[in-house]
């Protein structure tokens, strides 16, 4: 469900800046049709780079499916599911992350290394808002695995499904960060100085090109999975298929409206937006806490 939410998740982003700005825009699918053009390509490696640069792209890749696995449905358990799980998940992100990291600096261009170093920043500075958020739900369920911690998520009452919804924004967030979109990053920007994920890609082509455009879309859809996660529950399936995709889409439509209406933030206050979500987490910290009657 993840895959086939992936194949969508990018168009819709597209579609809807597009309803946003006037324009009809391109099709819900155009983003795969560019994908498989790419990885019918051959890839043009050059010859200052090593077997790091080479391996980066299906590492990163690997490294999200991976993530993919420890995500749960509802009640159903997920493909790869232990006690800690969620620490997996952000480590086997972080693998990912730090290959395609010294692949960029594998290359030896000092113009990828810049774009290296602002992103190995904003994870380090996304993480804490990470584990804060899935450690205030471990709190909340008592469980400290993805499939047990939603599974055992019933929501009930205004206070329990406010900190859902700030959970779900703080996910949200992370996904645009972690997917270096507005107004963290902008895609499609070309103005060396602001440049982050663009650059580090810039010396990859054809079919590695290909692997890490698909890894962001699988990306957004993950970040979706866990959003629609903290809703489904118990849900029939009949009932949380729906949701998910549901979700998926107003995922989707409130990531595209975003980018549409806010303007790319200075490089130097990128690191306090992003900090800021650590502080956004720790009021649901507080939440679940109060929740418990342990504060």
Known sequence: MIFIAALFFPGIITRVKS????????????????????????????????????????????????AIATVPFGDSGALLSFKGDFVFFAYVLALGK???????????????????????????????????????????????????????????????????????????????????????????????LTMIHEVMILDNSGFDLGMIFSAGYLKFAMYGALVANLFLGSLPAGIAIPVF???????????GIVESFMARYRMNHNPQFIFALSSVAMLLVFGVMMLAGKM
């Open 98 to 192: 730090f290959f395609s990291i010294v692949g960029a600096l594998d290359t030896g261009s000092s113009f990828e290394g810049m774009g290296a170093s602002r992103e190995s920043l904003y994870s380090m500075l996304a993480e804490p808002a990470f584990f804060l958020t899935m450690g205030s739900l471990a709190l909340m369920t008592g469980y400290s695995s993805f499939s047990d911690i939603f599974a055992a998520l019933h929501l009930s009452g205004t206070m329990s499904y406010s900190l859902a919804v700030i959970a779900a924004g703080i996910l949200l967030v992370l996904a645009m960060i972690e997917s270096s979109r507005l107004p963290v990053d902008d895609p499609k920007t070309h103005l060396e």
């Open 19 to 66: 309803i946003c700005a006037g324009r009809k825009g391109p099709s819900l699918i155009q983003p795969l049709h560019d994908v498989a053009r790419l990885l019918r390509k051959g890839s043009v490696i050059s010859e200052t780079t090593g077997f790091v640069f080479r391996m980066a792209p299906a590492v990163y890749l690997a490294s999200i499916i991976m």
């Open 245 to 255: 995709f549901g979700v998926q889409i107003l995922c989707a439509s409130i990531i």
